[in-house]
């Protein structure tokens, strides 16, 4: 079964701390892997994708790894800040556009 | 340039009506998605048009239906509305259905059955 699991589920943490989002899969076959960003009473906005051969991908203070051989990516965000307070949601696209979404991490950065 | 715009923002309606939801895309983005969000089920796909055709579909009643006209608008409509329907629905835009393709949401409506 083609599932997307998100953790933790939320997460607080303080202003100008690091902190990096999980994000599991067993979607098949595998075409990219995305990372939203959701504000709250906002439509979700595009962090990163990554196709199957790509290891690494930044974005500013973002950074997403993908391991495709574990079926495991993260998000890693740098030196947080108060307007990174959001959900992240992970999204897998499978080969014939078939999209599996994460229920997604609620981060919370404190000052 | 212009996002992708939803309307309306919010929507209050009761048990048994129904609704129609439009989107209208980026300009020149010929792929329009919805999808359905709530507190426990995140983020559900429901449909994809691309040229005014349903390209995709997800696991969603048949009250929930869709078009896309030749301008690329898209008008979702869920009939016999059911308290469970309250949610978020967004619509998302890209150039094409290939999967490499980035996809921008518009702000969404949020819908309140009661």
């Known amino acids: 079964k083609n599932q997307v699991e998100q953790s933790p589920q939320s997460l607080i943490i303080l202003e100008g701390k690091n902190c990096t989002l999980q994000?599991?899969?067993?979607?098949?076959?595998?075409?990219?892997l995305r990372w939203y960003k959701q504000d709250t009473g906002r439509g979700p906005v595009s962090l990163t994708i990554?196709?199957?051969?790509?290891n690494t991908k930044s974005n500013g203070r973002y950074t997403a790894t993908l391991d495709a051989d574990t079926k495991q990516s993260s998000l890693h965000i740098t030196a947080s800040q108060l307007s990174d307070s959001a959900s992240y949601i992970c999204?897998?696209?499978?080969?014939?556009?078939?999209?599996?979404f994460g229920t997604g991490t609620s981060l919370t950065v404190i000052p | 340039k212009a996002g992708v715009t939803q309307t309306p923002r919010y929507l209050i309606k009761t048990r048994g009506q129904q609704v129609t939801l439009s989107c209208s895309p980026i300009s020149g983005h010929r792929s329009v998605s919805w999808y359905q969000q709530t507190p426990g089920q995140g983020l559900q796909f429901l449909f994809e048009y691309f040229s005014e055709t349903q390209r995709n579909k997800g696991n969603f009643p048949g009250r929930f239906s869709g078009r896309q006209f030749s301008n690329s608008r898209s008008e979702m409509n869920v009939s016999t509305l059911e308290l469970g329907d309250s949610a978020l629905y967004l619509c998302?835009?890209?150039?094409?259905?290939?999967?490499?393709?980035?996809?921008?949401f518009g702000s969404g409506t949020r819908l309140t059955v009661v």
């Open positions: 994000c599991n899969y067993t979607v098949s076959p595998f075409s990219n």
């Open positions: 990554m196709t199957f051969s790509e």
């Open positions: 998302a835009s890209s150039l094409s259905s290939e999967f490499n393709y980035g996809y921008t």
């Open positions: 999204v897998v696209s499978a080969e014939g556009n078939q999209f599996y």
